[in-house]
Protein backbone atom coordinates (compact mmCIF):
# COMPACT_ATOMS: atom_id res chain seq x y z
CA UNK A 1 0.00 0.00 0.00
CA UNK A 2 1.68 3.59 -0.71
CA UNK A 3 2.12 5.62 2.34
CA UNK A 4 -0.58 7.93 3.07
CA UNK A 5 1.99 9.91 4.93
CA UNK A 6 1.84 14.17 4.25
CA UNK A 7 4.55 14.97 1.88
CA UNK A 8 6.99 17.41 2.70
CA UNK A 9 6.59 21.08 2.04
CA UNK A 10 8.47 22.44 -1.08
CA UNK A 11 9.97 26.14 -0.49
CA UNK A 12 6.98 28.59 -1.64
CA UNK A 13 8.54 29.73 -5.23
CA UNK A 14 8.45 25.68 -6.26
CA UNK A 15 4.59 25.13 -5.32
CA UNK A 16 2.54 22.91 -7.91
CA UNK A 17 0.13 24.90 -10.28
CA UNK A 18 -3.54 24.75 -9.72
CA UNK A 19 -6.22 26.34 -10.55
CA UNK A 20 -6.97 29.75 -10.38
CA UNK A 21 -8.78 31.00 -7.05
CA UNK A 22 -12.24 32.12 -7.50
CA UNK A 23 -12.75 36.18 -7.62
CA UNK A 24 -16.09 37.73 -7.40
CA UNK A 25 -17.57 40.32 -9.06
CA UNK A 26 -16.02 43.70 -7.81
CA UNK A 27 -12.93 41.73 -6.39
CA UNK A 28 -9.37 41.80 -7.27
CA UNK A 29 -6.37 39.68 -5.73
CA UNK A 30 -3.28 40.51 -5.29
CA UNK A 31 -0.01 39.45 -3.54
CA UNK A 32 2.07 40.74 -0.73
CA UNK A 33 5.88 40.14 -0.39
CA UNK A 34 6.29 40.61 3.22
CA UNK A 35 9.59 39.17 5.68
CA UNK A 36 9.10 35.32 6.35
CA UNK A 37 5.42 35.03 4.28
CA UNK A 38 3.49 35.83 1.58
CA UNK A 39 0.13 36.99 1.66
CA UNK A 40 -2.66 36.82 -1.03
CA UNK A 41 -5.22 40.44 -0.38
CA UNK A 42 -8.96 39.63 -1.60
CA UNK A 43 -9.97 43.72 -2.00
CA UNK A 44 -13.27 45.37 -3.53
CA UNK A 45 -12.73 48.86 -4.88
CA UNK A 46 -14.05 51.69 -2.42
CA UNK A 47 -16.71 53.42 -4.16
CA UNK A 48 -15.48 57.00 -2.61
CA UNK A 49 -12.48 58.55 -1.52
CA UNK A 50 -11.61 58.83 2.52
CA UNK A 51 -13.70 55.29 3.65
CA UNK A 52 -11.97 53.76 6.79
CA UNK A 53 -10.21 50.74 6.27
CA UNK A 54 -11.53 47.39 7.22
CA UNK A 55 -9.61 44.09 7.07
CA UNK A 56 -11.56 40.36 7.59
CA UNK A 57 -9.73 37.35 8.63
CA UNK A 58 -11.19 33.59 7.96
CA UNK A 59 -11.27 30.56 10.25
CA UNK A 60 -9.56 27.02 10.03
CA UNK A 61 -10.01 25.74 6.70
CA UNK A 62 -10.90 28.52 5.35
CA UNK A 63 -10.05 31.69 3.20
CA UNK A 64 -10.88 35.47 1.86
CA UNK A 65 -13.70 33.93 0.09
CA UNK A 66 -15.46 33.56 3.02
CA UNK A 67 -15.97 37.14 3.47
CA UNK A 68 -17.44 37.49 0.05
CA UNK A 69 -20.85 37.60 0.64
CA UNK A 70 -20.89 40.47 3.43
CA UNK A 71 -18.12 42.76 2.14
CA UNK A 72 -20.40 44.34 -1.22
CA UNK A 73 -22.97 45.04 1.71
CA UNK A 74 -20.21 47.13 3.54
CA UNK A 75 -19.36 48.99 0.31
CA UNK A 76 -20.72 52.47 1.01
CA UNK A 77 -18.58 52.83 4.81
CA UNK A 78 -15.88 50.67 5.02
CA UNK A 79 -12.83 50.27 1.95
CA UNK A 80 -12.79 45.97 2.22
CA UNK A 81 -9.93 44.32 1.92
CA UNK A 82 -9.85 40.50 3.61
CA UNK A 83 -6.67 38.27 3.73
CA UNK A 84 -5.83 34.76 3.25
CA UNK A 85 -3.96 33.84 6.43
CA UNK A 86 -0.08 31.95 5.51
CA UNK A 87 -0.77 28.46 3.78
CA UNK A 88 -4.81 28.69 3.41
CA UNK A 89 -6.51 30.15 0.41
CA UNK A 90 -3.86 30.99 -1.96
CA UNK A 91 -1.28 32.07 0.75
CA UNK A 92 1.76 29.71 0.93
CA UNK A 93 2.99 28.60 3.64
CA UNK A 94 4.92 30.72 6.30
CA UNK A 95 8.83 30.36 6.10
CA UNK A 96 9.41 29.02 9.62
CA UNK A 97 6.46 26.95 9.51
CA UNK A 98 4.73 29.08 12.35
CA UNK A 99 1.14 28.20 12.29
CA UNK A 100 0.13 29.40 16.06
CA UNK A 101 -2.63 31.74 16.72
CA UNK A 102 0.67 34.22 17.66
CA UNK A 103 1.77 33.39 14.20
CA UNK A 104 -0.92 34.11 12.42
CA UNK A 105 -1.89 37.18 14.41
CA UNK A 106 2.00 38.30 14.02
CA UNK A 107 1.35 37.79 10.02
CA UNK A 108 -1.83 40.47 9.96
CA UNK A 109 0.09 42.62 12.40
CA UNK A 110 3.07 42.77 9.67
CA UNK A 111 0.58 43.29 6.90
CA UNK A 112 -1.30 46.12 8.72
CA UNK A 113 2.25 47.96 9.64
CA UNK A 114 3.76 47.27 5.92
CA UNK A 115 0.51 49.21 4.48
CA UNK A 116 0.22 51.63 6.61
CA UNK A 117 -3.78 51.31 6.65
CA UNK A 118 -4.31 51.36 10.49
CA UNK A 119 -6.08 51.27 12.61
CA UNK A 120 -8.80 49.51 10.67
CA UNK A 121 -12.13 47.73 11.33
CA UNK A 122 -11.23 44.55 12.18
CA UNK A 123 -13.12 41.31 11.75
CA UNK A 124 -12.36 37.64 12.14
CA UNK A 125 -14.75 34.49 12.24
CA UNK A 126 -13.45 30.93 14.28
CA UNK A 127 -9.68 30.55 14.76
CA UNK A 128 -9.69 34.35 12.87
CA UNK A 129 -11.64 35.44 15.89
CA UNK A 130 -8.99 34.23 17.93
CA UNK A 131 -5.98 35.54 15.82
CA UNK A 132 -7.55 38.86 15.69
CA UNK A 133 -8.16 39.15 19.39
CA UNK A 134 -5.04 38.73 20.01
CA UNK A 135 -3.89 41.77 17.33
CA UNK A 136 -6.48 44.07 18.99
CA UNK A 137 -4.86 43.66 22.77
CA UNK A 138 -1.69 43.65 21.50
CA UNK A 139 -2.00 46.53 19.11
CA UNK A 140 -5.22 48.54 19.89
CA UNK A 141 -3.52 51.02 18.32
CA UNK A 142 -4.30 49.37 14.29
CA UNK A 143 -8.28 48.60 15.51
CA UNK A 144 -10.85 50.94 15.01
CA UNK A 145 -13.63 48.54 15.69
CA UNK A 146 -14.05 44.62 16.27
CA UNK A 147 -16.25 42.23 14.54
CA UNK A 148 -16.05 38.51 16.00
CA UNK A 149 -17.97 35.97 14.50
CA UNK A 150 -18.38 32.46 16.24
CA UNK A 151 -14.43 33.42 17.86
CA UNK A 152 -12.57 30.16 18.71
CA UNK A 153 -11.81 31.12 22.65
CA UNK A 154 -11.59 28.51 25.08
CA UNK A 155 -14.21 26.81 26.23
CA UNK A 156 -14.31 24.23 29.57
CA UNK A 157 -16.81 21.74 28.21
CA UNK A 158 -16.08 21.90 24.06
CA UNK A 159 -18.93 20.39 21.68
CA UNK A 160 -18.78 16.64 21.02
CA UNK A 161 -19.57 17.91 17.65
CA UNK A 162 -15.95 20.21 17.35
CA UNK A 163 -14.02 17.12 18.73
CA UNK A 164 -13.12 15.58 15.41
CA UNK A 165 -11.63 19.23 14.76
CA UNK A 166 -9.29 19.40 17.33
CA UNK A 167 -8.04 15.82 17.28
CA UNK A 168 -6.60 17.22 13.77
CA UNK A 169 -4.30 18.77 16.25
CA UNK A 170 -3.40 15.06 17.16
CA UNK A 171 -0.06 13.74 15.91
CA UNK A 172 -0.72 11.02 13.04
CA UNK A 173 -4.59 11.70 13.06
CA UNK A 174 -3.98 13.65 9.46
CA UNK A 175 -2.69 10.67 8.30
CA UNK A 176 -5.28 8.31 9.41
CA UNK A 177 -7.75 10.68 8.11
CA UNK A 178 -6.10 10.46 4.90
CA UNK A 179 -5.92 7.11 4.74
CA UNK A 180 -10.30 6.64 6.03
CA UNK A 181 -11.16 9.21 3.33
CA UNK A 182 -8.51 8.56 0.68
CA UNK A 183 -11.79 7.88 -1.95
CA UNK A 184 -13.82 10.75 -0.97
CA UNK A 185 -14.72 12.82 -3.57
CA UNK A 186 -14.03 16.41 -3.35
CA UNK A 187 -18.19 17.17 -3.43
CA UNK A 188 -18.48 14.50 -0.34
CA UNK A 189 -16.00 16.54 1.81
CA UNK A 190 -18.10 19.56 0.82
CA UNK A 191 -21.07 18.50 1.99
CA UNK A 192 -19.49 17.13 5.25
CA UNK A 193 -18.02 20.53 5.69
CA UNK A 194 -21.00 22.34 5.07
CA UNK A 195 -23.18 20.22 7.41
CA UNK A 196 -20.85 21.37 10.08
CA UNK A 197 -20.38 25.18 9.60
CA UNK A 198 -24.39 25.65 8.61
CA UNK A 199 -27.26 26.26 10.62
CA UNK A 200 -28.93 25.08 7.62
CA UNK A 201 -26.99 23.29 5.01
CA UNK A 202 -29.94 22.97 2.43
CA UNK A 203 -29.71 27.31 2.34
CA UNK A 204 -26.28 26.71 0.30
CA UNK A 205 -27.25 27.31 -3.19
CA UNK A 206 -26.10 24.93 -6.11
CA UNK A 207 -23.94 28.03 -7.18
CA UNK A 208 -21.98 28.67 -4.34
CA UNK A 209 -21.62 24.48 -3.63
CA UNK A 210 -20.24 24.45 -7.22
CA UNK A 211 -17.17 26.88 -6.14
CA UNK A 212 -16.94 25.50 -2.96
CA UNK A 213 -16.32 22.07 -4.61
CA UNK A 214 -13.95 23.44 -7.05
CA UNK A 215 -11.99 25.32 -4.21
CA UNK A 216 -12.14 21.86 -2.37
CA UNK A 217 -10.56 20.49 -5.38
CA UNK A 218 -7.93 22.88 -5.38
CA UNK A 219 -6.89 22.70 -2.48
CA UNK A 220 -6.22 19.03 -2.11
CA UNK A 221 -3.63 19.38 -4.63
CA UNK A 222 -1.58 21.58 -2.46
CA UNK A 223 0.94 19.44 -1.01
CA UNK A 224 0.73 21.21 2.34
CA UNK A 225 -3.02 21.23 2.83
CA UNK A 226 -3.52 18.98 5.75
CA UNK A 227 -0.27 20.54 7.18
CA UNK A 228 -1.61 23.69 7.46
CA UNK A 229 -5.10 22.69 8.74
CA UNK A 230 -3.07 20.00 11.61
CA UNK A 231 -0.98 22.49 12.56
CA UNK A 232 -3.34 25.63 12.56
CA UNK A 233 -5.71 23.30 14.61
CA UNK A 234 -2.45 22.27 17.30
CA UNK A 235 -2.09 25.89 17.34
CA UNK A 236 -5.85 26.71 18.79
CA UNK A 237 -5.56 23.75 20.96
CA UNK A 238 -2.60 25.19 22.51
CA UNK A 239 -3.90 28.46 22.72
CA UNK A 240 -6.65 27.18 24.87
CA UNK A 241 -4.41 25.62 27.19
CA UNK A 242 -2.13 28.95 27.71
CA UNK A 243 -3.13 30.96 31.52
CA UNK A 244 -2.15 33.96 32.81
CA UNK A 245 -1.51 37.35 30.80
CA UNK A 246 -0.94 35.54 27.61
CA UNK A 247 -4.68 33.76 27.73
CA UNK A 248 -7.62 34.34 25.04
CA UNK A 249 -9.52 35.08 27.80
CA UNK A 250 -7.49 37.55 29.46
CA UNK A 251 -6.70 39.21 26.01
CA UNK A 252 -10.24 39.54 25.78
CA UNK A 253 -10.54 41.72 28.65
CA UNK A 254 -7.90 44.12 27.12
CA UNK A 255 -9.55 45.37 23.89
CA UNK A 256 -10.25 48.93 23.91
CA UNK A 257 -11.85 48.63 20.91
CA UNK A 258 -15.63 48.89 20.46
CA UNK A 259 -16.75 45.14 19.89
CA UNK A 260 -19.28 43.41 17.52
CA UNK A 261 -20.42 39.74 19.23
CA UNK A 262 -22.03 37.42 16.55
CA UNK A 263 -23.28 34.23 17.66
CA UNK A 264 -25.16 31.37 16.17
CA UNK A 265 -27.94 29.22 17.99
CA UNK A 266 -27.15 26.04 15.36
CA UNK A 267 -23.09 26.42 15.75
CA UNK A 268 -21.60 23.10 16.12
CA UNK A 269 -18.44 24.42 16.98
CA UNK A 270 -18.60 27.25 19.13
CA UNK A 271 -20.70 26.63 21.97
CA UNK A 272 -24.00 29.57 21.89
CA UNK A 273 -23.63 29.50 25.44
CA UNK A 274 -19.96 31.08 25.26
CA UNK A 275 -21.98 34.31 23.76
CA UNK A 276 -22.97 35.78 27.30
CA UNK A 277 -19.36 35.20 28.75
CA UNK A 278 -17.54 36.92 25.77
CA UNK A 279 -20.10 39.69 26.03
CA UNK A 280 -18.66 40.20 29.66
CA UNK A 281 -15.30 39.75 28.88
CA UNK A 282 -14.94 42.04 26.22
CA UNK A 283 -15.50 45.61 27.96
CA UNK A 284 -17.23 47.41 25.07
CA UNK A 285 -19.11 45.12 23.20
CA UNK A 286 -22.66 44.20 21.81
CA UNK A 287 -24.25 41.08 21.19
CA UNK A 288 -25.68 40.00 17.83
CA UNK A 289 -27.36 36.43 18.09
CA UNK A 290 -28.50 34.55 15.24
CA UNK A 291 -30.96 31.63 16.32
CA UNK A 292 -30.71 29.91 13.13
CA UNK A 293 -27.36 30.53 12.10
CA UNK A 294 -24.05 28.13 12.50
CA UNK A 295 -20.76 28.79 12.66
CA UNK A 296 -20.79 31.28 9.40
CA UNK A 297 -23.14 33.85 10.27
CA UNK A 298 -21.06 36.39 7.83
CA UNK A 299 -21.74 33.60 5.07
CA UNK A 300 -25.40 32.46 6.09
CA UNK A 301 -26.83 36.04 7.26
CA UNK A 302 -24.79 38.53 5.68
CA UNK A 303 -27.75 41.26 5.93
CA UNK A 304 -27.91 40.65 9.53
CA UNK A 305 -24.01 41.16 10.23
CA UNK A 306 -24.06 44.36 7.31
CA UNK A 307 -27.24 45.55 9.79
CA UNK A 308 -25.22 45.23 13.07
CA UNK A 309 -21.95 45.99 11.46
CA UNK A 310 -23.56 49.67 10.54
CA UNK A 311 -25.00 50.04 13.91
CA UNK A 312 -21.83 49.94 15.92
CA UNK A 313 -20.36 52.74 13.41
CA UNK A 314 -22.73 54.83 14.17
CA UNK A 315 -23.29 54.48 17.47
CA UNK A 316 -19.21 54.78 17.82
CA UNK A 317 -19.59 57.93 15.59
CA UNK A 318 -21.92 58.99 18.38
CA UNK A 319 -19.68 58.05 21.33
CA UNK A 320 -16.77 60.24 19.88
CA UNK A 321 -18.76 63.05 19.02
CA UNK A 322 -20.73 62.98 22.45
CA UNK A 323 -16.62 63.35 23.91
CA UNK A 324 -15.98 65.79 21.81
CA UNK A 325 -18.84 68.18 22.79
CA UNK A 326 -17.97 67.38 26.92
CA UNK A 327 -14.75 68.55 25.82
CA UNK A 328 -15.63 71.31 24.75
CA UNK A 329 -18.33 72.38 27.36
CA UNK A 330 -21.57 71.86 24.44
CA UNK A 331 -24.61 70.02 25.96
CA UNK A 332 -24.28 66.23 24.84
CA UNK A 333 -28.20 65.59 24.67
CA UNK A 334 -28.15 61.70 25.97
CA UNK A 335 -26.41 61.78 29.21
CA UNK A 336 -26.45 59.03 31.91
CA UNK A 337 -24.87 58.71 35.40
CA UNK A 338 -21.95 55.98 35.97
CA UNK A 339 -24.32 54.24 38.03
CA UNK A 340 -26.99 53.59 35.15
CA UNK A 341 -24.17 52.46 32.68
CA UNK A 342 -22.70 50.16 35.24
CA UNK A 343 -26.33 48.13 35.68
CA UNK A 344 -26.83 47.90 32.20
CA UNK A 345 -25.49 44.84 30.33
CA UNK A 346 -24.06 44.63 26.84
CA UNK A 347 -26.26 46.07 23.89
CA UNK A 348 -28.22 43.07 22.45
CA UNK A 349 -29.54 42.49 19.34
CA UNK A 350 -30.98 39.23 17.97
CA UNK A 351 -31.57 38.83 14.62
CA UNK A 352 -31.78 35.96 11.83
Same mark, same amino acid.
Given at each position: MPSTEPPSVPPANVLPKVAAVKVADGERLRSVHLPGITLTVRSRRPTR? +???????VHGLGGSSQNWSALMPLLDGVVHNEAVDLPGFGDSPPPDDGDYSITGHARAVVRYLDASGRGPVHLFGNSLGGAVVTRVAAARPDLVRT???????????RVQRTAVPTGLLALPGVVRLFNR??? !????EQRVRGVTALCYGDPASVSEEGFRNAVEE? !??RLQLP??????????? +????AYTLGGQHGLWRQAERVLAPTLLVYGGRDQL???????????? @?? $????? #??? $?AGHVGMMEFP !?????? @?????? $? #? /?D? /????? /???? =???? =???????? /? $??EPANQTTGG
Amino acid at each position: MPSTEPPSVPPANVLPKVAAVKVADGERLRSVHLPGITLTVRSRRPTRE +GLPPALYVHGLGGSSQNWSALMPLLDGVVHNEAVDLPGFGDSPPPDDGDYSITGHARAVVRYLDASGRGPVHLFGNSLGGAVVTRVAAARPDLVRTLTLVSPALPEIRVQRTAVPTGLLALPGVVRLFNRLTR !EWTAEQRVRGVTALCYGDPASVSEEGFRNAVEEM !ERRLQLPYFWDAMARSAR +GIVNAYTLGGQHGLWRQAERVLAPTLLVYGGRDQLVGYRMAQRAARA @FR $DSRLL #TLP $DAGHVGMMEFP !EAVATA @FRELLA $D #T /ADT /AAAAD /AVGT =GKPT =GGERTDEA /A $DSEPANQTTGG
